[in-house]
């Protein structure tokens, strides 16, 4: 941090590597993300695809899908969120240990997508949840994902785990667990968490009402 | 097609007299016509029909909600119900606004080795709250278990004689039933730009202009 990127450059071609603990824990971290196994949708297949041979998300280092929570790091919410099934997937969150991220993939997650007008499906995940990668598709294809979880991989790298703007999960007052909702008599109760997602507000054009 | 309805209708009419059983004529381009019998006897038609007929196949049971007089009006005003529409409803001998309050019941029935089908059998309740029962098929056929919960979940229709009657895509602890057309969705609404006149107007009520107030 304190090393001139300059000098550490000139110390490299000597080699000497410099680096910071947050730069390694950081490289290790993006390096070795381990995703939870579970799909909920048709994009589950477009996920398992991408850990094949033919797109083989093992060069990224995310290929280690681990059926418990407890080992895992990064939640691909791969599939549409159902009301019926929101409960366990922020019940998963909870149990998976920290540093731990989340990528939406596909429009189900992201937003509800095709069924955002019905009743029975959750209007994206970011309702009850924090996310922090999304990967915009229907399904997306395995680049896609491979894409966001590149995206993902920068952004671990650029965490800062000290200091006033560390990341959540360095904070030792960061939100780790977010409230599981229950099943109302009409919806879930509450039908959203205002600590991790708040209605967007209407942008109106110019003359609009 | 007829043919087959004609034949289970006399023998039906002979076993299961209580059934009540008539034929709905279908006059548009699938003709495909029905067997229209009471909620209480449809088991016993469908022991007939698989028995001594053999229709072994039941491929598929859907519900049909035919609301109130009252409701029903107010749902074709929302769905801009044309002159041409109503029309065709008329034409085709169904229900008139002050027949209708009731939910509906549709099997599909198929008789795989001699390959006929579908044969459809329709049953009506006698109105859509307390009264809102038909009798249960999966003694007779095993395959309409899980889509006789669904009925029941999605429509209200009560099963009796039903092994296991819950809900199967809602929570147990949800009331209402979402495929009725009286149905109000929670309102989680969120803005989403569109031309829809309907969301437009929704879109209104949730973020008014600014100087609304």
Redesign the interface.
Known sequence: MAIDQKLADDLKSQGVHVTSFEQLINWGRSSSLWPLQFGLACCAIEMIAATMAKYDMARFGAEVFRPSPRQADLMIVAGTVT??MAPQVVRLYNQMAEPKYVLAMGACAI?GGPF?E???VL?GVDRYIPVDIVVPGCPPRPEALLDGLIALQKKVKGEKLIGKDRVRHADPNGMAEMPVPE?????LQP??NPEVWK????I?KEG?? | MSGIIDMVLASIRAKVPAANATVRTNPGPSGQDSLMVAPESVADVMRVIHDEHGFDFLSNVTGVDWPDPALAEKVAVIAEGDADAEGDAKADGEETPAECGFLEVVYHLYHTSERKGPLVVRSRTKDRGEGAKIASVVSVYKSAEFQEREIYDLYGVIFTGHPDLRRI????????H?MRKD?V??D?Y???PTPHAAVIEK??Q??P??DAD
Do not use: I, Q, T
């Open positions: 009301k019926k937003s955002k019905g009743y029975n209007k099943y109302g008599p009409h919806d039908p959203m209605p967007k507000a209407k109106r609009e009402a | 895509l809602m929570w147990d602890e949800f009331v209402d979402p149905y969705a929670p989680d969120e803005y989403e879109a209104a949730h973020y202009a600014p």
